[in-house]
Each structure stands twice: as C-alpha cells, then as structure tokens.
C-alpha cells in the first residue's frame, strides 16, 4: 500500500479532531489546485484501476478506525473528556452528524474482537465476524455492515441460533450488491424467519399511515405522506408511467426535473381517476373540478386594470382562484363542469319538468349552497339532498329558484319541525318556527359566492383608490 501523508489544520474547529488527508503523496494536487501529469497521463484502464483501489484503501482504512472506535468505547473514553457517550463524543471529534456517528459505533462494537457472542439475549449487540472481515479486506463498506447488523438484531428469538448463516449469507451478496439491494434480500430474509414479526411491522405502518395537505402562501398545495407498503407501492406503480421523461425531440431530453415530472404525472393520475365510473358519486354526479366564475368575465378577455379586479373564478374544491385565461382553458376539457354564474353571482337558471333534480340541477345548487343550505351547517362533504321549496306535487317547479341542497339531517329538520324557505335576491333565508325562535327572526343561508368578492374587490378597480374607511398612508396625497 502507497504511504499516506498526514496532515493537520493549523487552526481546527472548535470540538473538530485532526484532518487526516487519504491522498497519497503523489496523488495530491499541486500548489494552485492542478492535478500532476501521473494523474493525467492515466490510460483508462489505469484510470478504473486506480479509482477501485483508492475505494479499497478508504475501506480499509475506515475499518481500522472502527477498532479505534471500539477500543475507545471500552475505554469509555467519553467519560473522561466529558461527553455522555461515546457517540456524543465522536459526533464532536469527527464533525459528524449524530445518526452517522450512532451508526459507526454500533458497526464499531459489532465487529471488535470482545464483542458478544450471536446466541446472545434478544436485544444486545451482535456479533459480526464474517462482516469483519469483509471490512478489513476492503470488499464491503459501512453501508453494507449497517444492512447486515440490523438484520441480524431483528432476528427473533427461535432464529437467533442461525445468525452466523444469515451473517455468511448477507456478507456474500454484499461483495456484489449495493446496500440498497442487499437491504432487499435481508428483508426477504427476516420474512422467512420470523412470521409474526414482518406481519406485526405491516400492521404498525397500516397505524401509522398518514397524508396531511394545505395550501401554503403562495397557493400551491403542500401535500406530506407516509404510506404503508401496499399503498406505497400502488403509488409508485400507477405514478411511474405517468412520469416518465418524454421521448428525445431531435436530439433534446426532457427539459423537466424529476420533481416537475412527478408532479405531472400525479395530475395526469387525477384527471384519469376523475374520469373512470369508478369513483363514488355525490349527489349522483362523479367527482369532478368545478369552477365558478362572472359570465361576463369569463365571456370577455381581460385586457385593464378595471376588468381584472373581479376577473377571477374559484375552484369550489380548495376556494382559491384561477385567472379567466385558465378557466378558459380547462373550460374547453370535457372532463370539466363549468358552472356559469350571471352577473349577480348567482347559477343561472335552468328549469326542467322533472321531479328528481338533474345533474346540472345539482351542480348549479351545490355551487350556490355547498353540501347544505342550512344556516350554520358544519355538515362535511358527503351526499346531500335536493329539497323543493314549493312541493313539486303542489306545483313547485325543479329549478334552482325553488330549490336547495340539504344534508340528511337538516332536511328531516326542515320538514319535520317546518322551518320556512324564502329566497332573498337569489339567496335562501331560513325562517325558524315559533318552537325554536320565539321571535322567528330569518337566518340566511347557503354560502358565499365570488360575487362577493368582486364587490369587495371594487374598490382595487379605481386607480389610487382606498378601501371604504380607510386613510390615505402617511406621506400620500
């Protein structure tokens, strides 16, 4: 082996240990950062050559400084410079993150002379000869003995008698796999032993399950999960065609980052899941993307100021807004229902004869009342119900102006307790009986809609305008 020169930094880190240079001398770039012509000069089998046997040598010598490592751990040298433990202790020597230096120590006392015995109790260190000795060769790295220690200190007690089989086994494929491959055939390999406790893991991912999104300042959706294996390999599976580069166009790849591609692929999932008769239906209609917006807005191209200031349509699943361009877009997508609004915000009318209300009934009432009308309802999504102001069989028509959407509850509470329905400017009002307000005082119903926003918005549309009782800033005009 070429002798290595060592070499310390005059001025260290506080809590940083010496600087060890792996070089060569020869190897080390000369004054100005330019390598020497013995590198340069290399032929390309040289070159391969020479890169193994560097690797080889960092793993030896990595090795050596694990028995350094268990020799200080014994000594409980930690103690005396104040640490609270070896690993505390080497994180601040080596500049090493804590994980990284748990780990080292654990491979460390593992793989020493004085290490416990494999047929130890269940829960101590193993012992990993075999993986010795692959580390002092050089033919596996740190990596590779983490796979094999953790396999080994989750064998369970009836298996723990053949741990220097899976030990010889793991090693072995170590020397021609990567560790995240190896990691594959130790799970594989704790499957086959151990019978509860693979099932008892699956179990506590299934628990531990979650998917959290949120919309973040900016507007974009923030979505986090942790998925269970089968969910997670369903994923994968349906993500992975979906977001495949692009073939080459004349010569130029996919211009698109692995992050941009997932996330194309992931809406072109949910356009495909929205689109099959698969999905359950609310209030009888498939799940799809709904879009209020101004007709006129969406009639007219937005070119000033003034006609931007209520230009925006709202997407009735997230209540953020998209521009009238967009919405003329994915307005032209047959997988779109675009709920057109007239002037007062309100679903324009589109009467039928028909008792049951229709789909585009529906759409136009839950754009207008949400899941129900009724005032204060927390009612979650779910399958409300189209209920007739004016009885249809007393001559009430299915129309959005004689009808509302109710939740299950509050559509007993209606007929039962006979609240009474009237529309104010297009809007339910809720009149109480005398039994539940003495005074029957009406309560308005339904929800918001943008028409509210643009006038709350008006304001923006005149130049250097201020909102109604507001001062002007201090320093303006």
Same mark, same amino acid.
């Given at each position: 082996?070429?002798?290595?020169?060592?070499?310390?930094?005059?001025?260290?880190?506080?809590?940083?240990?010496?600087?060890?240079?792996?070089?060569?001398?020869?190897?080390?770039?000369?004054?100005?950062?330019?390598?020497?012509?013995?590198?340069?000069?290399?032929?390309?089998?040289?070159?391969?050559?020479?890169?193994?046997?560097?690797?080889?040598?960092?793993?030896?010598?990595?090795?050596?400084?694990?028995?350094?490592?268990?020799?200080?751990?014994?000594?409980?040298?930690?103690?005396?410079?104040?640490?609270?433990?070896?690993?505390?202790?080497?994180?601040?020597?080596?500049?090493?993150?804590?994980?990284?230096?748990?780990?080292?120590?654990?491979?460390?006392?593992?793989?020493?002379?004085?290490?416990?015995?494999?047929?130890?109790?269940?829960?101590?260190?193993?012992?990993?000869?075999?993986?010795?000795?692959?580390?002092?060769?050089?033919?596996?790295?740190?990596?590779?003995?983490?796979?094999?220690?953790?396999?080994?200190?989750?064998?369970?007690?009836?298996?723990?008698?053949?741990?220097?089989?899976?030990?010889?086994?793991?090693?072995?494929?170590?020397?021609?796999?990567?560790?995240?491959?190896?990691?594959?055939?130790?799970?594989?390999?704790?499957?086959?032993?151990?019978?509860?406790?693979?099932?008892?893991?699956?179990?506590?991912?299934?628990?531990?399950?979650?998917?959290?999104?949120?919309?973040?300042?900016?507007?974009?959706?923030?979505?986090?999960?942790?998925?269970?294996?089968?969910?997670?390999?369903?994923?994968?599976?349906?993500?992975?065609?979906?977001?495949?580069?692009?073939?080459?166009?004349?010569?130029?790849?996919?211009?698109?980052?692995?992050?941009? *591609?997932?996330?194309?692929?992931?809406?072109?999932? !949910?356009?495909? /899941? %929205?689109?099959? =008769? &698969?999905? $359950?239906?609310?209030? #009888?209609?498939?799940?799809?993307?709904?879009?209020?917006?101004?007709?006129?807005?969406?009639?007219?191209?937005?070119?000033?100021?003034?006609?931007?200031?209520?230009?925006?349509?709202?997407?009735?699943?997230?209540?953020?807004?998209?521009?009238?361009?967009?919405? *003329?877009?994915?307005?032209?997508?047959?997988?779109? !229902?675009?709920? /057109? %609004?007239?002037? =007062? &915000?309100? $679903?324009?009318?589109? #009467?039928?004869?028909?008792?049951?209300?229709?789909?585009?009934?529906?759409?136009?009432?839950?754009?207008?009342?949400?899941?129900?009308?009724?005032?204060?309802?927390?009612?979650?999504?779910?399958?409300?119900?189209?209920?007739?102001?004016?009885?249809?069989?007393?001559?009430?028509?299915?129309?959005?102006?004689?009808?509302?959407?109710?939740?299950?509850?509050?559509?007993?509470?209606?007929?039962?307790?006979?609240?009474?329905?009237?529309?104010?400017?297009?809007?339910?009002?809720?009149?109480?009986?005398?039994?539940?307000?003495?005074?029957?005082?009406?309560?308005?119903?339904?929800?918001?809609?943008?028409?509210?926003?643009?006038?709350?918005?008006?304001?923006?549309?005149?130049?250097?305008?201020?909102?109604?009782?507001?001062?002007?800033?201090?320093?303006?005009?």
């Amino acid at each position: 082996m070429t002798p290595l020169t060592t070499t310390q930094d005059a001025t260290p880190a506080a809590g940083a240990g010496t600087v060890v240079s792996a070089l060569p001398a020869w190897d080390m770039p000369a004054p100005g950062g330019s390598w020497p012509p013995a590198v340069t000069s290399y032929t390309d089998e040289e070159l391969t050559a020479r890169i193994g046997q560097l690797e080889r040598e960092i793993r030896q010598t990595r090795m050596q400084q694990l028995r350094l490592i268990a020799e200080a751990d014994r000594r409980r040298l930690h103690a005396t410079q104040g640490a609270r433990s070896t690993q505390a202790w080497l994180k601040c020597l080596l500049n090493i993150d804590g994980p990284e230096a748990t780990a080292r120590v654990r491979i460390a006392t593992a793989t020493a002379d004085s290490a416990v015995d494999n047929t130890g109790a269940a829960g101590t260190d193993v012992h990993l000869p075999a993986t010795a000795r692959a580390l002092t060769d050089g033919v596996i790295a740190l990596p590779h003995a983490q796979v094999i220690s953790r396999c080994l200190a989750r064998l369970p007690e009836h298996a723990r008698y053949r741990a220097d089989e899976v030990e010889r086994l793991l090693v072995e494929h170590a020397c021609r796999q990567c560790p995240s491959e190896l990691a594959k055939l130790a799970d594989r390999v704790r499957y086959m032993l151990d019978r509860d406790g693979p099932v008892a893991d699956e179990r506590a991912q299934f628990e531990s399950r979650e998917l959290h999104y949120a919309t973040a300042r900016d507007g974009m959706l923030v979505i986090k999960a942790r998925l269970d294996r089968e969910t997670g390999a369903k994923f994968v599976t349906a993500l992975q065609p979906l977001a495949a580069p692009r073939p080459e166009t004349d010569g130029t790849k996919d211009p698109r980052t692995a992050g941009q *591609r997932n996330a194309d692929g992931l809406s072109t999932l !949910l356009d495909l /899941v %929205l689109d099959t =008769d &698969g999905m $359950p239906r609310t209030g #009888g209609q498939k799940p799809h993307l709904t879009v209020t917006i101004d007709y006129t807005d969406l009639k007219n191209q937005v070119h000033t100021a003034k006609d931007a200031a209520g230009g925006a349509g709202q997407l009735e699943a997230t209540g953020q807004h998209l521009s009238p361009d967009t919405i *003329r877009r994915i307005a032209c997508d047959c997988d779109v !229902l675009p709920i /057109v %609004l007239g002037g =007062d &915000g309100l $679903p324009l009318d589109v #009467g039928t004869t028909q008792r049951t209300a229709p789909t585009h009934i529906r759409a136009a009432l839950l754009a207008r009342d949400g899941a129900c009308a009724f005032p204060d309802c927390d009612h979650p999504p779910g399958t409300p119900q189209a209920h007739h102001v004016v009885h249809w069989a007393d001559g009430g028509p299915t129309s959005v102006d004689n009808m509302i959407m109710l939740c299950p509850q509050h559509h007993r509470t209606t007929h039962n307790q006979h609240w009474r329905i009237e529309f104010h400017n297009g809007r339910p009002v809720f009149i109480p009986p005398a039994t539940a307000d003495p005074t029957r005082t009406p309560r308005p119903g339904g929800k918001a809609q943008p028409a509210a926003h643009r006038h709350a918005l008006h304001h923006l549309a005149t130049p250097g305008g201020t909102p109604p009782g507001s001062r002007p800033r201090k320093g303006t005009r």
